[in-house]
């Protein structure tokens, strides 16, 4: 398999959070020699960017009131 084809089912399979330097680890460990500079460039040759999870918020006020001890 060609190395672009590699490196789009790894970003992928990965819910599309790995960086370059992730990435080169999962080529590594497919026995690929590809370091971060090679993953980087390959990243922005395919259009691959990351999508940063969002940190989970609490919308509940009982929880924050709980937090404030504001109620019992």
Known sequence: ?????IAFQLF???KKIYGSRRLSESFIKEDIQVGRSKA???MKKLGL????PKRFIVTTEAII????RLIY
Do not use: D, G, P
């Not at 398999?1 to 084809?5: K, R, S």
């Not at 960017?49 to 940063?52: A, D, G, N, P, V």
């Open 49 to 52: 960017k990351l999508h940063y």
């Open 1 to 5: 398999m060609e190395v672009n084809t």
């Open 65 to 68: 009131l709980k937090r404030f």
């Open 12 to 14: 992928k399979e990965n």
């Open 40 to 42: 980087r460039q390959l």
